[in-house]
């Protein structure tokens, strides 16, 4: 693989990751509820569950699942009842929500988010297909295989580190203004409506 092919898959990463679609609502939303602990181990998630997506389509899952239309659709609105289900439970819990234990909740979170942020990923159909196609572009067929994914694997991951905590620190600054029970209970339910508006960018998505 040349420079100028990994500059341009870089580039590509970047632009791509910077467009807002569920995963960048779900930090927001773990940023905005959680906190910085819980956001970054949604990262940590998205990222594996990212890595692990490369493996099943460079495996084939991406063409079966762009073959079979009916188990498409089955994965997809897995995905997206899954991330309407997350949004809808934080905003009935941050109606039920006590001032004394917000602290508890925060620390309690954090391997919750780095499940949501990798079955998110995970059930993301065309985040699949996407990367069978897209990857396949920048990998030399005479080159080293192995060598050239995991290359590219590591820059994807990184990229979507970086970006992916750009936005967490956004909300956070965000949210370190609000300190009163009812500002906490505002950015609960602005986070379900992220996590809610996520699953309906996926909903769409074709």
Same mark, same amino acid.
């Given at each position: 693989?040349?420079?100028?092919?990994?500059?341009?898959?870089?580039?590509?990463?970047?632009?791509?990751?910077?467009?807002?679609?569920?995963?960048?609502?779900?930090?927001?939303?773990?940023?905005?509820?959680?906190?910085?602990?819980?956001?970054?181990?949604?990262?940590?998630?998205?990222?594996?569950?990212?890595?692990?997506?490369?493996?099943?389509?460079?495996?084939?899952?991406?063409?079966?699942?762009?073959?079979?239309?009916?188990?498409?659709?089955?994965?997809?609105?897995?995905?997206?009842?899954?991330?309407?289900?997350?949004?809808?439970?934080?905003?009935?819990?941050? !109606? !039920?929500?006590?001032?004394?234990?917000?602290?508890?909740?925060?620390?309690?979170?954090?391997?919750?988010?780095?499940?949501?942020?990798?079955?998110?990923?995970?059930?993301?159909?065309?985040?699949?297909?996407?990367?069978?196609?897209?990857?396949?572009?920048?990998?030399?067929?005479?080159?080293?295989?192995?060598?050239?994914?995991?290359?590219?694997?590591?820059?994807?991951?990184?990229?979507?580190?970086?970006?992916?905590a750009g936005y967490a620190?956004?909300?956070?600054?965000?949210?370190?203004?609000? !300190?009163?029970?009812?500002? !906490?209970?505002?950015?609960?339910?602005?986070?379900?409506?992220?996590?809610?508006g996520g699953s309906t960018?996926?909903?769409?998505?074709?």
């Amino acid at each position: 693989m040349s420079l100028d092919t990994w500059i341009a898959y870089t580039i590509a990463c970047v632009v791509l990751t910077m467009i807002p679609g569920p995963s960048v609502m779900l930090v927001i939303a773990q940023s905005l509820t959680r906190g910085r602990t819980a956001a970054a181990m949604c990262i940590f998630g998205d990222v594996v569950g990212s890595i692990l997506l490369v493996g099943l389509s460079f495996a084939g899952v991406g063409a079966i699942l762009a073959a079979s239309a009916v188990l498409f659709q089955i994965v997809k609105w897995a995905g997206v009842l899954y991330l309407a289900w997350l949004g809808i439970s934080q905003i009935i819990e941050a !109606r !039920r929500e006590a001032p004394e234990l917000a602290g508890h909740q925060e620390q309690g979170s954090s391997w919750g988010s780095f499940w949501a942020g990798a079955v998110t990923a995970v059930l993301n159909p065309k985040a699949i297909v996407f990367y069978m196609a897209f990857l396949a572009q920048f990998i030399d067929p005479a080159g080293d295989m192995p060598l050239q994914l995991a290359l590219l694997t590591v820059t994807s991951s990184v990229v979507v580190m970086v970006l992916l905590a750009g936005y967490a620190l956004i909300a956070e600054r965000a949210r370190l203004f609000f !300190r009163s029970q009812l500002a !906490r209970r505002r950015m609960g339910y602005a986070g379900g409506a992220f996590m809610i508006g996520g699953s309906t960018v996926m909903a769409v998505t074709r």
